[in-house]
């Protein structure tokens, strides 16, 4: 039982161009919702995260929006640039379960072309 | 301040051998976990520890061992590797759970 789902598997997108990454979750206890970034040969890095309490998140570049009530949270990357060009992963925890482990999506390989 | 590292980096083995992969964390976390990656699978847990001592199965736990003898360090064991065991090993530790912080990987083979 797949506990997140993310879509699409690749994306390409224009340089200057936003990149959108979905994120379905079936646990309604999960209450923490980070995203990573990993580069090829590297281990993922954090790169945002949200908490149900607000329905947006922005950093520079990077917004989460986030839909409790769909159990749905998404990544815009706006102003995309070739050096976003990475595989992105959402991931979900419930802090109530004690151990924090993450549950991640499958991933999402983003190419941005200049 | 090295944060997650892990040894080796990459290795070849054959099928039947056994092996230790070793993560040492210096951020003093408590919680520290291991995942496997496979093309298209995404992340999947293999074993985790909330603590020195204590070990858990996460969601892919056959085949492999773990121990937290030290705060510091996990390691994770194969006692017989197989080929279905060739895959990317990362190891994360984390404070609280607000993100994880991941070592650069062990890449596997087993053939």
């Known amino acids: 039982q797949q506990q997140v789902k993310q879509s699409p598997q690749s994306l390409i997108v224009q340089k200057g161009g936003i990149s959108i990454i979905n994120c379905a979750y079936e646990n309604t206890a999960f209450d923490y919702f980070p995203w990573y970034q990993q580069f090829p040969g590297k281990g993922p890095a954090l790169l945002i995260a949200?908490?149900?309490?607000?329905s947006e998140k922005k950093e520079g570049r990077f917004t989460i929006s986030f839909n409790k009530s769909a159990k749905q949270f998404s990544l815009h990357i706006m102003d995309s640039q070739p050096g976003d060009s990475a595989t992105y992963f959402c991931?979900?925890?419930?802090?109530?379960?004690?151990?924090?482990?993450?549950?991640f999506g499958k991933g999402t390989k983003l190419s941005v072309i200049p | 301040n090295a944060g997650v590292t892990q040894t080796p980096k990459f290795r070849v083995l054959k099928t039947g051998q056994s092996m230790t992969l070793l993560c040492a964390q210096d951020?003093?976390?408590?919680?520290m976990y291991w995942y496997r990656q496979d093309p298209g699978m995404g992340l999947r847990l293999i074993h985790y520890?909330?603590?020195?001592?204590?070990?858990a199965k996460g969601e892919v736990p056959d085949g492999y061992n773990v121990s937290r003898l030290k705060k510091q360090n996990f390691l994770l064991g194969l006692e017989s590797a197989a080929p279905s065991q060739t895959s990317v090993y990362f190891c994360?530790?984390?404070?609280?759970?607000?993100?994880?912080?991941f070592g650069s990987g062990t890449r596997l083979t087993v053939v």
């Open positions: 520890s909330v603590g020195e001592g204590t070990t």
């Open positions: 991931a979900a925890t419930s802090s109530g379960a004690g151990s924090y482990q993450l549950t």
């Open positions: 951020m003093n976390h408590e919680y």
């Open positions: 949200i908490r149900p309490d607000v």
């Open positions: 994360a530790s984390s404070k609280t759970g607000d993100g994880y912080t």
